[in-house]
């Protein structure tokens, strides 16, 4: 019987890395200075979402229950961008938003009252609204994670 060999693959990258190329560190900043560039257009994505989502809480029931693939795929795209552009407090409600339609899919929990208030608190913190102070942001914030968990939901 032959014995075990093992074998080391030349590693091609290491010649690259040894050249003082960018640190990690170097990389990440260059990376949120571009993040930081894209804001404004990013806060133009988010105010355009928001301008599609909000007619919804002017809905009927039987309406945003046919229509919770929508609200939830435009809460998502805020989720996902809000926090690069800073509205922390916008991504984190409109995560809410996501996950009481979840909730619904999963757990067959549906409040149309509790989600209609949250699609009515995006125009408190939304970048073209006046501004509130981050406490007022982080209160408003806080207020709706107690509704949902009052009515057993998560994040």
Same mark, same amino acid.
């Given at each position: 019987m032959n014995s075990a060999r093992v074998f080391t693959p030349e590693n091609h990258l290491a010649r690259h890395m040894s050249r003082g190329g960018p640190t990690s560190a170097e990389l990440?900043? &260059?990376? &949120?200075?571009?993040?930081?560039?894209l804001a404004d257009s990013i806060r133009?994505?988010?105010v355009g979402k928001l301008q599609e989502i909000r007619p919804f809480a002017d809905q009927t029931d039987d309406d945003l229950?046919?229509?919770? &693939?929508v609200i939830s795929g435009l809460a998502m795209n805020i989720v996902e961008v809000g926090d690069a552009a800073g509205l922390n407090a916008l991504a984190d409600?409109?995560?809410?938003?996501v996950t009481m339609i979840?909730?619904?899919r999963t757990l067959g929990v549906w409040h149309t009252a509790a989600l209609r208030l949250h699609i009515r608190a995006l125009g408190l913190l939304s970048p073209d609204a006046p501004p509130l102070s981050r406490q007022d942001e982080a209160r408003i914030v806080e207020d709706l994670q107690n509704?949902?968990?009052?009515?057993g939901l998560t994040d």
């Open positions: 990440i900043a &260059d990376a &949120d200075k571009r993040v930081s560039a133009g994505f988010v229950l046919a229509e919770i &693939d409600l409109t995560r809410g938003i979840d909730g619904f509704m949902r968990r009052s009515i």
